[in-house]
Structures are given as C-alpha cells and as structure tokens.
C-alpha cells in the first residue's frame, strides 16, 4: 500500500525575504505543489495512517501525508492556512529547544551563514584559520578530504561545510565556531533571530485547535544515532512532555528524526514509550507493510512538481 510522505522545511516568499539565498520552498511554488497534490493526491491525515499501519484499515489510492520539519514561523503564517482552507491535515515537528528556549539550531545557523554569503571562500577561510588555530582537534586537510564529498542536493564545499558543522567536531568547538560564522555573516543577535524564525507554544496550541498535528522531533535536534541510548531517551521523554503540555497526542505519536538519523536503541525506546510511526529522509514513497513503520521513507517537496527553478 503506497503512501507518499512529502517533507518540507523553509516554505516562504523567498524573494521578498532578507535571505533570498535560503534553501526552501517559494510561496508560489508551493500554492502551485498544493494544486497538483488535490488532482494527483489524497491528503490523508495522522489517525488514517496510524489505523493502516496498525492493519485495522487500508489507505485510499495515492494518499499523500504532508509533513513540517523544525516549527518554522513559516508553517504557521504561510503554509497553515493553505491546508486549513482545503480541508487538509498538516503534520508538524518542532524541536522543543526552538520553541521553549528561543534557541536558534546550529543547522539554522549553516542555513544563513551559507544564505548570506556570496561564496563559500570566505567562509572556508575562517574555518581553516579556526581549525590551524585548535590543532588538537584535527588537521584542516583530513576534514577536507573525508567530508567534502557532493550529494544529491550540495556540491562538495557545501557539503563539507555542513558535515563538519552538523557533527564532524567535537560539540563544543563546533557551536563555538557555528557561532562565530553566524556572527560574523548573519547577525550578532542570535535570540532576536530565533524569535522571528520559530513558532511559538500558542500558535502550535492554534493550530492543533484547528485539526493539524503536532509531533516529536526530539528536544535538542540531535543525530539520535550518534548519542548513547540514555541520552537518546532524554531526548525523546523532553519531546514527549513538551506535546503533553501542547495537548498534542502522546499515544499512537509520530516521531520525525532530526536529520532522519536512528539506529536500533532509537527505534527500541520509541517501541517501548507507544510510537506509532517514524519518519526519515530517506528518499522514496513509503509502502505500508514493506517499510518498518518506525523507518517510513519520504520524498522532498523538490521531488514533486513543481520542480525546483535553478537560476
Ligand atoms: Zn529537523
């Protein structure tokens, strides 16, 4: 049984923002996604699934599940009312540490550091002289040659420059030099910027008034496979505690793992505390009773039409 599972991040009129670099979907471009998924798609919504993967029942034909990584003020203002208007569940998942603290994600910081510079020179630059600076940590070139590999979506020096950010240091020189790149490229006023970048706690509370859904994607967005099983489980029993408080569903729940990333203490935890279903980045439509439903597959809003526009 297919089911398409669309996963978005950024969704915002990009040209009229202040960082029209950022990585994400248009406005338009995502008006335009939304009229191909009513004529191709059935929007299906968190308890239809549930009830498929449980067996007690059987999706339609080309059901499609839209679903909102890291609670970006985004989903509130912009992408909400769309679904609200046609009748849709959008399923979202915030980091608790986004909301709750106003504490702006070290992936948000490469966001805009890579957003708000022309070319990666500059910033490559500063971090050979910050790694020649903490040669205990490693030699610039081994970085280099282990990470700066292409993938499907970045070339090589972007690559590298998320890789030893997002996990290749060690934690504390990394949110160390994250930090000093954001300062340095984006803004000195970290706080402000999270304040204007996430939801708030009364906005999700609104938008799970209005039907949508609201699940866990840990507390501190960690790669939960590179984290002990114990810290894995704070992870997990924050977010959980956080959707109680929200009054957001905490049995039969949605997990989304930050990065897609888990291993089998994660999906063991998430067994044992009640979770439905998990979903990763993998690429591919998932097929209910093929997948594991704790390591569901989705597709990138960028694999569906309207295809992304390269300038
Ligand atoms: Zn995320």
Not at 124 to 148: K, P, V
Request: net charge negative; glycine share 6%; aromatic share 10%.
């Amino acid at each position: 049984m297919p089911l398409t599972i669309v996963m978005y991040h950024y969704v915002r009129d990009l040209e009229r923002s202040r960082f029209p670099a950022i990585k994400g979907r248009t406005l338009a471009d995502f008006r335009r996604q939304l009229d191909h998924i009513a004529k191709a798609y059935r929007v299906v919504r968190v308890d239809e699934v549930v009830a498929a993967l449980k067996g007690e029942t059987t999706l339609p034909d080309n059901a499609a599940w839209l679903t909102f990584d890291d609670g970006y003020l985004d989903h509130y203002t912009n992408v909400f009312p769309l679904l609200y208007e046609r009748g849709w569940q959008g399923s979202f998942f915030p980091p608790v540490k986004t909301i709750r603290e106003r504490d702006l994600l070290d992936v948000n910081k490469i966001h805009y550091i890579l957003a708000a510079s022309k070319n990666t020179t500059l910033i490559i630059d500063m971090i050979r002289d910050f790694i020649d600076q903490n040669q205990e940590n490693g030699r610039f070139d081994d970085y280099w040659s282990e990470l700066a590999h292409p993938s499907r979506f970045d070339p090589a020096d972007v690559i590298f420059i998320k890789r030893l950010l997002q996990h290749r240091l060690p934690e504390t020189i990394r949110n160390q030099l994250t930090q000093s790149l954001f300062s340095h490229f984006v803004s000195e006023d970290t706080k402000a910027f999270a304040s204007e970048l996430y939801m708030t706690e009364d906005q999700l509370r609104t938008m799970i008034g209005c039907g949508m859904y609201v699940g866990s994607h840990g507390a501190g967005h960690y790669w939960l496979d590179r984290l002990p099983a114990e810290r894995q489980a704070i992870e997990i029993d924050a977010s959980l505690g956080f959707l109680a408080e929200l009054g957001a569903p905490t049995t039969d729940w949605v997990m989304c793992y930050p990065y897609g990333a888990h291993n089998g203490d994660t999906r063991s935890l998430l067994g044992m505390r009640g979770c439905a279903a998990a979903l990763t980045t993998q690429a591919a439509v998932a097929h209910i009773g093929e997948h594991s439903p704790l390591a569901l597959p989705r597709l990138d809003t960028n694999d569906l039409p309207p295809s992304r526009q390269i300038a």
